[in-house]
Structures are given as C-alpha cells and as structure tokens.
C-alpha cells in the first residue's frame, strides 16, 4: 500500500464539486458562463481522481475484503459515542465512484444546452454540484452515520432540483411529495441503524460486518434490518413507496437523467450492498427484500405499458429496473445487483437525456402528438434506440448482460417464481420501449410538430452514453475471465457460468415483445385502440397507476385528516393551555423571585452566612455526624 | 531543591504586568495607546508559549504540580484575557487615564487564576485566588465617574472578603484535622483517618467560599450588581476566568482530597447546581438591562458546568474543561458585542438594542451567535459543551435521570430570555437618529474570531475534545 497515489486523494471526489456549490451560489452566480464551467471542472475533476482510484483498486489488488480505509474521529463522547468520519474505498465504492462522477460530468455538459434560455441557470449548477457531492459522499461513508448525513442531502438537493421551476405548481408539490415520501422512508432507516448502534455500539460498517455474524437475537437484528430497509424502499422507489418517482419528472430533464442514473435512487441500492452482510445473515429479510423488488419490477413494467408521457413511461422503467436490482440483491447476489445498477445508469442517462432532447426541440411530452421523428432528429433516434435495446435486454447490450446475471441468480438460488416473474417482466419491457419508439420516432408526424436535432453539447454527451450502453456490459459477461463478479462481490468471488437457457429465454421473449410492440404500433392499425375499448377496465387500472396515488390521498383526506383535526384540538386546547400555564408560571416566577435581589449589602452577607449554616446544619443532620 | 524553571509561565505573566506597569509611568501620556496593542500581543506570546510546552509537566513546591490539566487552564485564562483585552481597547481609551495601571491588572489577575487553577496546596491555592480577588475589586471600580461601579467594587470587596474569610476558616480547619495543607496527602490522611464533625465543617466552608467565585446559588448575590457596575471587558473577563479558576480548584480539592468523602459533597454540590441553574434562568427572565441578564445567565451556565462535578468522573471533568473553554468565547462574544455597543449609545439596556441588526450586523450577528451557543443551539460550540455535560450526569447512573432533564429543560427556558436581546435587535426598529455603529478594526477581527471558533467546535469538537479529556485524565494520574 505504500505508494498509492489517487486513492488518498479521494476525499477530494465529494470535496471539489460540495465546493462548487458555495462558489457559484456566492460568487459566480452573475455570470452564467463561468457557473457552468466551475460546476464542470469540479465534476471533472473528481471524475479523473475516481478513474485514478478504480485504476488503483485493480492495479494494486484491493478487493472487497481487503479494503483501504481512513478515518478520524467527528464526535465522541469516550466510552459512550463514537461518530466517525471516513472514507471506504473498495471495488463497490470505487465502481459507484466512477458511475457517479461520469454520469454527473455528462449530464452537466449536456445542461448548458438543455437550460441555455433559464434564468435560474446559475443556481441549477450550483444544485447540480451538491447533487453530485453529497452522492459521492455517500458512496464514500465509512459508517452509518455519516451515509445517513449524506443520504439526507441528497433527498433535500431532489427536493431543490424536482422543484427547481417552483413557480410551476405541479413542480413544486412533485419536489414536496419526493421529499415527504423519502423522509417518510429515511425515519425507518435512522430508526434502524440507531437499533444497530444499540446492539453493537458501533456505526462502522467494518465494525459492523465482522459483528453481525456472531450475533444471536435474530428477533433483534430482523427488525433492525427491516427497518433499515424501508431507506431503500423510499429512496429507490420500491412499492409501496414509489410514488414519488413518477412525479418528480416535474424536474428538468437533466435532473431526471441524473436522479434515475445515478445520484439519487441508485442510493437505495448501494445501501443494500453496503449493508449486505446485514440482510444476507437473516434469510427471511432476504425474502422480503426479494419479493418487495420482484413485486415491484412487474407491477411498474405493466404501469408503463399504458402511460403517454414520454418522461413517465421512463419513469416507470426506471421503477422497475430498480426492482430488478432489489431482487437481485433479495435472491443473494449483490453482484448481479450492482452490475445492472452500473449499466442501468448509463443506458437510462442515455434514454432521459434523447427524450429530453426530444421535449427540448418540440416542448411536448405527450407521445401521441409525436411521430416520424427520426427524420429531423438523426442523433437522437439512433441513440434513444441503442438505450432502448440495452433496456430492453437484446443482446450483446449492456443490459443484456447485467439483466440475464440476475435471472441467472433467481432461477440457480432457487427462486423460480422470481425467476419467471423476472422473464415476463424482461418482455413487458421490450413491449412498453418499443412502444414509445414506433410512436415516437417512426410513423406520421401526428400533430404536425416538426422536430430539431439539438447541439453538440448536447448531442455528445449522448453519444458517449450510447457506447456506454453498448459496451460497459462487457466487464461482466459470463465469457470475461475475472469480470465483474470477482471484483465487486459479498462473501467470496465467483465465476459466471453461462446458462444458455436463460440467456436464450430472455432474449426471445424480448424480441417477442418487441415484435409485439412492432404489430399494434409499428404499423397503420387500429387494433391498440379496439384492445383499449375492449378491456377498458384493464386499460383504466394501468393509466392511473392502480389508483395508488388516489388510494394515498384518500387515507390522507379521510383517516389523517381526521386525525389531524383530533390533534389539533388537543394541541390547541390541552397542550396549549398547559403550557401557557407553564410559561406563565415561569415568568410569574422568575418575577418573584427578582425581588430576592435587593440590592442591599447586609442582605447579602446574611443569605450567605444562612446559607453556611442552614447548608452546615443538614449535613451535619445527614452524616448523622452531630454526637 | 525547587525546580524554578518549571514556573516560566508564571513569571512570564508576572514579567508582562510589571513591564506593563512600568511602561505606563515612564512613557509620556499621549502615546500611550500602544500599551494595549502590547498588552494584547504579549498575552499572544504567552498563550503560543502555553501551546508549545504543552508536555510540560513536573512538580516545583509539593503539592504545586505543572501538568497539562493545568496548563489547559493557563491557555483557558490567556484566551480570556487576550480578547478581554482587545475589548478594552476603544473602552479604556474612552475612560482617558490610567490605561497601564488597567492593563497591568489585568495581566496580574490573569496570573491569579494560573497560581489557583496550578496550585494543589492550600497556602499558595489560597495566594492565587487572592491575588485574582484583589486585582478584581480594583478592576471592578475602575469607573470613577460611574457611582455603580464604585457601588460595584465595594460590594464585591466587601462580600469577597466575606468569602475569603469563610474559606481560610475552612482551609485551617482541615488542617488543624489532617495536619497538612498539600491536597494529596490531605486524600491520603482521611482515607485512612476517620472524618470527624470539624472536617466536615471545613469542607463546607471551602466549598461555600468556592461557590461565591462560581456564583452558585445561593451565594450568587453579588453577581449581578457587580457585573452590572465594572467596566463591561471587566466583567466579562470576570464571569468566564474567575468562574474557571475557581473550577479548577474545587474540582482539585474535590477530587484530589476529598475523593473519598464523595458521599457528603455530592448531595451538596447537587444541590448548588440545581439552585443555580433553576434560579439563575428564571430570574434572568424579567431582566432589561444585557449585563445583568448575562449575570444571571452566568449563574445558570455555572449551575450547569456543576453537573460535571455531579458526574464525579472522567467524562465529567473533561465536559467541565470542554464547555469552560467554550464558555469563554461564547460568553467574550456576548460581551464584545455589549461593549462595542456602549462604546457607541452608553447604553446596556436591551431596549435599546432595538434595530442593531440594520446599524451592526456584525455585532448583531456576534450576539446572536454567542447567546445561540450560551443555549446550546446546535452547530454552535455550546451544543457539544451541553451534550457532554448532560451526558456525563446519564453515565454515572440513570438515578440521576432527572438532572439532565432539568438542565435541559432548563436550556429551553434560557432560550427565552436570550432570545428577548435577539428579537430586540433584529424585529426592532432602530431610533431614527441612530447610524451605524463605530467599531474598531482589533475588535471586528476578535468578533470574527469568536464566530469563526464558535461554529468550527460546533461542526468539529474533537480536537478540543481530545485535548480537554486528556488534560483531565492528567488530574487522576499519581
């Protein structure tokens, strides 16, 4: 370890761009230009050093039990409490690293054209580079403690960034409702790494991890995992809490690119990998967790297939990808998990920024008023169909790959259930992508809008995404020699055998649902619209996402309203009047005894010497000491 | 054989205020201003001094030990009376005579508390806190054209001696019962002898006396007259070093001799703490005048720096020697903010504090953070102090529960009243005829330092931390 370079220089990768932030908010913020290029060089930086630590982890043999970590003591109260904070650098961090800090870095670039005509463009790359540090602080965090910190910053710049047009109503209730429902989820999480401390008097997740296993009060630890667990349902929109997801395409489109990639519900997942050996010692919690994310894939992928906002139907994929990764993680492979979360991020960057390059040139997200796109936007097209099929799973894209290890997983360790789940959700996809594609990109212009191809800044960030999407599944193929598998993994490394079968399935009834997606809506027809007046109680459940929004508010409205209303009185009535008694009584009181002070010297002196006496009497009387 | 060259601390101080004293009669009169800018950069050198033999340690008298739980108060008193200092300098030139005379006194007290807070014997404990006391009563009064500060220094000359006396009978009594006055020994002896009725009454009067210095209920009478009458440097500097030194040495005398009759101080000390903390934040309530409120605030803040004696551990001291040091730039920061404002209206009536956030912002901003962390607003300085503190109470046994929860809720109710000089100077308005405030560029820099020292311990207390906690083990090792 001696001559290590970039790697004791990664508290620089949060530090530059939480840097940035107060510089463009402070001095910068006037001129526009110079804002984007602080914002970009912090990132760009960070992204060097993080290629600079990746390049060493491999280079220098740290694996996922053999990591580098440093640290310092934050607070401390001895033999009480300990919070530190550090830095845990090992194959996962290292890989998050590089996925954040590019993914970060695209997007910026790609933000100069897409927020060219804002007047709040300042404050959106100052937002943008708080974003990315408290991300990139979180995946460097040593201990619960200070993820959680950094893990709170990161639902507050979602909340800044969904809202960022506040003045647009839906907006600023999206940014509400996201922060609301992640606080909601994050008191679980606190709840739970505090029930850890309790037990094990630690925050460190190494502590932690050569703890756990020797523990014995499951009861205990289930709930403490549980509770833990709610974090990443909130943060990475599992059911029953991904409400929030959906709308916090309010943001701008970066801002989604950026969320659903990399910095915001890739949390959830990265949580789950940094705690693994938590869940992976309490079977049971395992199961939950499997079946929350295989639950949670199918029910987004069959929302998607009805939806006609562009950002939503993506929305929705994201949802169910992040379902794919929790199930991975639920089946037992967090290897599988964490590969798909790095391809999930290139390809659905690519997707949100070319659908974002789409609403830029025509300011419509509606897909039925798009059509016959590819003519005006060449780039676009050609890149939004390299993330579709990554997406989708066709192979050799990097999705494919990612995907196929978690089938792979589900259907080995036992789960066919999941496994199968797993497939059909596989074709759901393809179907719902494709989908968008026909009507968006091909076809007649619907209502008439003619389209732009957007510039090079933004156009080359796109590109770049599009190789990625195409080739970043290659670390991890079953034919790789010492692939993705053996470097980020829990326990031991392993190699992936290929299984024909469920590379083979997955893959057809992907192009199945492709060719699905090609019958109803590749071609004049008007089948889609006669299934739709045919089943139309199917259609309506779908459209408005299982009426779990209404379902939320309707608890909201009737059984917390009333409570609240209930609380109220109390609060006005019972707590109120106490308190305002209590206030009183001591003002009242401090009043009285004012007048103790006199303000005359022998007074004074004979309230001391009665002290001393009086003081001198009741100890003696204590002591029993008077003979 | 005395090993001399172990009190380079003491004689550097003693060798600045005689330097002082001197330069202020030789020097014609109408260039004296640089006496304070001297005064200021010697305390510097001495408290760089104090930082770079920190690993001093040996015993020059018996009982007269340098070591680091001793020299963390000699830099806990130069910090004082540094920005004490520079709070005078626009202060004491206002007053026009005098000015070596002042500082040299003040160097003087600052050698006061380092003898007491070094000192494990009772003769030389006895000669430091003199020496504080007595260039006190003159720095008290030092406003001869203002009755209430002679009103001021007499009251406090008067009930001081009062005290002194109560502690030397206190002081002879325990020898008479132990036959010696190093405090070591005086722990040895009654541990093996029996404690007798006219122990007893020596520790209480030692622990009454000492209470006068930390304005513990009910032997707080003084404080607000006095802190209301001295020049506003004089007190502040009084209610953080005096406060401090006497901890120093009770918490010495307490623990080094009388570790073993704990039973019987404890119940007291608790008592002391409860008073001083229930009665000093109710009555700073009603207060209008800013320095009596800090009066009373220093009663309650006292009350709380007494649970760390309750504790009777190691967490305990330590939170002790934290929340002192804190204690001197959070309450130094109240009371530089009420000086550069006398220095402008000759008021200290919260009144008039109306609208300084729009005249000062600075100075607003400094007594906003200062009273913040005085209540214990996280991420202010105050927050960890209180934390520690309250936290020692909870380790040493849950029985002792309910204390904490008073000094918490005890901290809610000082919100209150700090917050009184908050409103007044951010929702008031200002007098018309009022412009903005005068201040002097050594007191903005101090200000800015206090902020600047209040929010880094806040956000990072550790290095304090570690430091105060290690100069408190150095207490306990033989």
């Known amino acids: 370890m001696a001559n290590l370079y970039w790697i004791p220089k990664a508290w620089l990768i949060p530090l530059l761009p939480a840097l940035a932030f107060p510089f463009i908010a402070f001095i910068t913020r006037k001129a526009r230009g110079l804002s984007a290029l602080t914002a970009i060089l912090a990132i760009g930086v960070s ?95 040593n201990n619960y403690f200070m993820i959680y910190f950094f893990w709170e910053l990161v639902g507050l710049c979602s909340y800044l960034l969904i809202g960022f047009w506040y003045h647009r109503a839906e907006a600023a209730r999206a940014g509400f409702k996201a922060f609301v429902v992640n606080r909601l989820a994050d008191f679980g999480f606190l709840l739970g790494f ?80 940094r705690a693994y050996v938590l869940f992976a010692s309490l079977p049971n919690v395992m199961l939950v967790v499997a079946y929350v994310g295989g639950f949670t894939a199918i029910f987004a992928a069959t929302i998607a297939i009805a939806q006609r906002d562009i950002k939503r139907i993506l929305a929705y994929s994201t949802i169910s990808q992040l379902g794919y990764m929790v199930m991975a993680m639920g089946v037992g492979s967090m290897t599988a998990g964490i590969f798909h979360l790095t391809t999930h991020a ?52 990097a999705g494919f790959w990612s995907k196929d290890e978690i089938l792979a997983a589900a259907y080995h360790n036992g789960f066919l259930g999941l496994y199968i789940l797993g497939t059909l959700v596989a074709f759901l996809t393809a179907f719902y992508m494709f989908r968008l594609i026909f009507i968006t990109f091909f076809g007649e212009r619907r209502a008439g809008l003619h389209g732009h191809e957007s510039p090079p800044v933004m156009t080359i960030p796109l590109g770049i995404l599009a190789l990625l999407s195409i080739f970043a599944g290659f670390v991890g193929t079953p034919f790789t020699a010492r692939g993705f598998s053996t470097f980020v993994y829990y326990a031991a490394p392993h190699e992936v055998e290929p299984d024909y079968m469920v590379m083979a399935l997955s893959t057809l009834v992907a192009l199945a649902g492709i060719a699905l997606a090609w019958w109803l809506y590749g071609r004049p027809s008007d089948l889609p619209e006669r299934l739709k007046e045919s089943y139309r109680w199917a259609y309506n459940l779908l459209w408005n996402k299982f009426y779990i929004d209404e379902f939320y508010l309707w608890i909201y409205r009737r059984i917390f309203w009333g409570l609240a209303e209930a609380f109220h009185w109390h609060d006005r009535h019972v707590v109120d009047g106490l308190w305002d008694g209590v206030g009183d009584v001591t003002r009242a009181s401090g009043q009285k005894l004012r007048y103790l002070q006199t303000g005359n010297l022998q007074t004074y002196a004979l309230v001391f010497f009665t002290a001393v006496v009086v003081i001198a009497l009741w100890m003696a009387g204590m002591g029993g000491m008077i003979r | ?292 409120l800090l009066a009373y605030s220093s009663v309650a803040q006292g009350g709380y720096l007494l649970l760390g004696i309750v504790s009777a551990s190691l967490l305990g001291i330590g939170a002790i020697l934290y929340y002192a040091m804190i204690y001197v730039f959070a309450n130094m920061g109240a009371f530089m903010a009420a000086t550069a404002f006398y220095n402008n209206d000759r008021s200290d009536e919260i009144k008039d504090y109306a609208g300084l956030a729009r005249r000062a912002p600075l100075v607003a901003a400094v007594m906003l953070f200062s009273v913040a962390s005085l209540a214990g607003i996280p991420p202010l300085a105050g927050f960890p102090g209180k934390l520690y503190l309250f936290s020692s109470v909870v380790a040493r046994d849950y029985s002792y529960l309910w204390l904490a929860l008073l000094g918490l809720l005890m901290s809610a109710v000082s919100v209150y009243y700090y917050l009184q000089i908050v409103k007044a100077m951010y929702t008031g308005n200002p007098a018309p005829q009022k412009g903005a405030l005068q201040v002097s560029r050594g007191m903005e820099v101090a200000m800015l330092l206090v902020l600047g020292i209040l929010f880094f311990l806040g956000i990072y207390p550790t290095p304090l931390t570690n430091y105060a906690f290690k100069a408190g083990e150095t207490l306990f090792m033989p």
């Open chain 1, 346 to 397: 290139f390809f659905k960057a690519l997707l949100f920024l070319a659908a974002g390059s789409v609403i830029h040139a025509l300011h419509e997200q509606d897909i039925f008023r798009m059509g016959g796109l590819y003519k005006d936007m060449k780039v676009t097209t050609v890149t939004f169909i390299i993330g579709a099929l990554a997406l989708a799973g066709i192979p050799p894209f």
């Open chain 2, 1 to 292: 054989m005395v090993n001399f060259g172990l009190l380079y601390m003491e004689i550097a101080t003693a060798a600045l205020g005689l330097m002082l004293l001197a330069w202020g009669l030789l020097v014609p009169k109408r260039e004296r201003q640089g006496i304070a800018y001297l005064t200021a950069a010697g305390l510097l050198a001495l408290l760089a001094l104090a930082w770079c033999t920190r690993g001093a340690a040996g015993t020059v008298l018996p009982g007269y030990t340098i070591d680091l739980y001793s020299i963390y108060f000699k830099s806990l008193f130069l910090t004082a009376a540094f920005l004490a200092t520079i709070c005078s300098f626009d202060y004491v030139a206002k007053m026009g005579f005098n000015q070596g005379e002042y500082y040299a006194l003040l160097v003087f007290a600052t050698l006061g508390m380092m003898v007491l807070a070094t000192s494990g014997e009772l003769i030389t404990l006895y000669l430091g806190l003199e020496l504080m006391a007595i260039t006190f009563y003159i720095l008290v009064a030092y406003r001869l054209d203002d009755p209430k500060s002679a009103e001021a220094g007499i009251k406090y000359l008067l009930l001081g001696a009062l005290s002194s006396a109560i502690l030397l009978y206190g002081f002879s009594l325990i020898y008479g019962t132990c036959g010696s006055t190093v405090l070591r020994e005086i722990g040895k002896r009654i541990s093996s002898g029996q404690a007798d009725f006219a122990l007893l009454l020596g520790l209480i009067f030692v622990i009454a006396g000492f209470s006068f210095k930390v304005t513990a209920v009910p032997f707080h009478m003084w404080a607000p007259d006095v802190y209301e009458g001295a020049p506003t440097p004089i007190t502040a500097f009084l209610s953080v070093g005096s406060k401090a030194a006497a901890f120093a040495a009770l918490i010495r005398i307490l623990f080094l001799g009388f570790d073993n009759q704990a039973f019987l101080w404890l119940p007291l000390v608790t008592v002391l703490s409860v008073l001083s903390m229930v009665l000093g934040n109710l009555v700073a309530i009603p207060q209008k005048n800013v320095k009596r």
């Open chain 1, 47 to 141: 992204l060097v050093i993080s290629l600079g630590v990746l390049w060493e982890v491999i280079a220098h043999g740290i694996t996922m039990d053999n990591p580098v970590e440093y640290s310092t003591v934050w607070l401390q109260i001895p033999q009480l409490l300990k919070i530190e904070a550090g830095l845990l650098i090992d194959p996962l961090s290292a890989v998050m690293l590089l996925v954040v800090t590019l993914v970060a870095f695209l997007v910026e670039i790609y933000s100069i054209g897409y927020m060219e005509d804002d007047p709040g463009f300042s404050v959106f790359f100052a937002y943008l580079s708080l974003f990315g540090a408290s991300m990139l602080g979180l995946v460097l965090a």
């Open chain 1, 194 to 273: 505090f029930f850890l401390f309790i037990i094990f008097h630690t925050f460190n997740f190494r502590e932690l991890a050569a703890a756990i296993p020797a523990y014995h009060n499951v009861g205990l630890l289930t709930v403490a995992a549980l509770l833990v667990f709610t974090g990443p349902i909130g943060k990475s929109a599992q059911f029953p809490l991904h409400v929030w997801l959906p709308d916090a395409m309010e943001g701008p489109t970066p801002v989604s690119a950026l969320i659903h990639a990399a910095t915001m519900v890739a949390a959830g997942v990265y949580l789950l990998a």
